[in-house]
């Protein structure tokens, strides 16, 4: 099994981030990927772009270093209704959303209940690092929505490589396990600040395989998966 996109990665626009859009694109183009989406800090984050960079994407090639580019952004979930930072109008012109809780906090329901309304836009494609033990949520629950609404729950490799996080991979084991039984797509991102990393997905590879999680419930594993999530979000075959 090889992964073939990343849907989660970060540009200097962000300002935590310190590469080109093309500096990514050739990693991934090396690292043996077909898709990257670029998906930097929506408002709200105050490391954000002006709302311009977001946009104005199709000033980028479609394919760029043979690598397809899917228009995106990280959107901050921005209360415990499902809100985010973006308008509907960016929520439509973007092929490629996912949605992060980064500040805030809620009780176990409150935020059960936000993610489930944020899987039922049709707009957002994934809900990004829920590893947070501060915002819990019940695990069963969401990944049944995620299902019913053929999205992603992410496993994020920058969240497991960082040493500070060890109750991380335990996270993502329980939530890969949780995935297959309600069989709930997982998308792995790099959730890359450096070109170094873009399509280096190794230390989930390994939670993978260990959980035993199936091929087929791994979105990024085949094109034809994150395809079609793009198309149903967006209406039009972006593609053709
Ligand atoms: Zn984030
Ligand atoms: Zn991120």
């Avoid at 394919?63 to 308008?87: P, S």
């Avoid at 957002?124 to 299902?147: I, Q, R, S, W």
Wanted: hydrophobic share 40%; aromatic share 8%.
């Amino acid at each position: 099994m090889k992964l073939i996109a990343d849907l989660h990665t970060h540009t200097l626009a962000s300002a935590h981030a310190y590469s080109t859009v093309t500096e990514n694109s050739v990693q991934a183009e090396k690292a043996g990927l077909k898709m990257m989406a670029l998906t930097d800090h929506a408002p709200y984050m105050e490391d954000s772009p002006h709302i311009w960079h977001h946009h104005n994407q199709q000033a980028i090639p479609r394919m760029l270093n043979n690598v397809y580019i899917l228009r995106g952004i990280e959107a901050d979930i921005i209360d415990n209704n499902g809100g985010l930072d973006i308008d509907e109008d960016l929520e439509k012109k973007l092929d490629w959303i996912v949605a992060s809780y980064h500040w805030g906090d809620g009780t176990r329901s409150e935020i059960t209940n936000s993610y489930i309304k944020l899987l039922e836009n049709p707009h957002v494609c994934c809900l990004g690092h829920t590893d947070n033990p501060h915002f819990d949520y019940d695990m069963k629950e969401v990944c049944k929505a995620c299902h019913n609404y053929q999205k992603a729950m992410e496993l994020n490799v920058a969240r497991i490589r960082d040493a500070r996080r060890i109750e991380t991979i335990g996270f993502y084991k329980r939530m890969l396990t949780v995935c297959a039984e309600e069989e709930a797509f997982v998308v792995v991102n790099t959730d890359s600040h450096f070109w170094n990393t873009v399509g280096d997905f190794e230390p989930a590879y390994k939670i993978i395989s260990e959980v035993g999680f199936p091929e087929k419930l791994l979105l990024n594993a085949d094109a034809e998966n994150v395809k079609q999530l793009v198309i149903r979000k967006n209406g039009v075959d972006v593609f053709a």
